[in-house]
């Protein structure tokens, strides 16, 4: 089995979250490693996450209100191999440091970016991940995306459904897609229904 397109799972902090993503064949688990924020993961928690799971990548979700210094936070998590930081000049400095980058941005802030700024940053590998805080995808959201995606690598992380997915990944060319990963209710029990959905409707028998 595989899936049609690049899945990204963010804010991973439980094992049954890690667990179903990997056996569901997505390609990242992303781990908030910001100290002192919601779903902070330590290197123990991640740790005893990640050695449940295997043939799935890790990623390392950073964010400028922390000012972390990445890469000596990211050496305490073997197994990351994948950086993920919503500035710009801050990535283009990891570039060459051996870890994969992408370079997240609010949508509202991308319907402003220069065509020349997606240009560079395909040409130095990073992929643009694109969010918003309100999960609606009007048209003319769309329409941004679709030329972004012309420029550079696009995941999309807003106004994913499993009615609307395989139509979003065709129509707007992109890349790959993110989705979130949630609290459990108690441990070991969580309601998948919504990420289940959306994932059933990528898969690739084969």
Excluded at 128 to 156: G, M, P, Q, W, Y
Aim: aromatic content about 8%; charged content about 25%; some cysteine.
């Amino acid at each position: 089995m595989a899936l049609r397109t690049f899945v990204k799972l963010n804010q991973i902090s439980n094992l049954t979250d890690a667990r179903y993503g990997a056996g569901m064949y997505v390609d990242l688990l992303g781990f908030n490693l910001n100290v002192d924020t919601e779903n902070y993961i330590t290197p123990a928690q991640f740790k005893e996450l990640t050695g449940w799971v295997s043939g799935v990548e890790f990623v390392g979700e950073f964010s400028h209100e922390s000012q972390p210094n990445i890469l000596e936070i990211v050496k305490e998590y073997p197994g990351i191999t994948w950086i993920e930081f919503d500035r710009i000049e801050v990535l283009e400095g990891l570039v060459g440091q051996g870890y994969a980058l992408i370079y997240k941005m609010n949508l509202e802030d991308v319907k402003h970016i220069e065509p020349e700024v997606a240009s560079e940053l395909h040409k130095s590998g990073i992929i643009f991940h694109v969010v918003s805080k309100d999960n609606h995808l009007k048209v003319d959201d769309a329409n941004v995306i679709t030329k972004l995606a012309e420029r550079c690598k696009v995941i999309l992380g807003v106004g994913i459904n499993s009615e609307n997915v395989l139509k979003l990944v065709k129509g707007l060319k992109i890349f790959g897609i993110s989705l979130d990963g949630g609290q459990e209710s108690k441990p070991g029990l969580k309601d998948m229904t919504e990420l289940s959905e959306i994932l059933e409707k990528l898969e690739v028998e084969e």
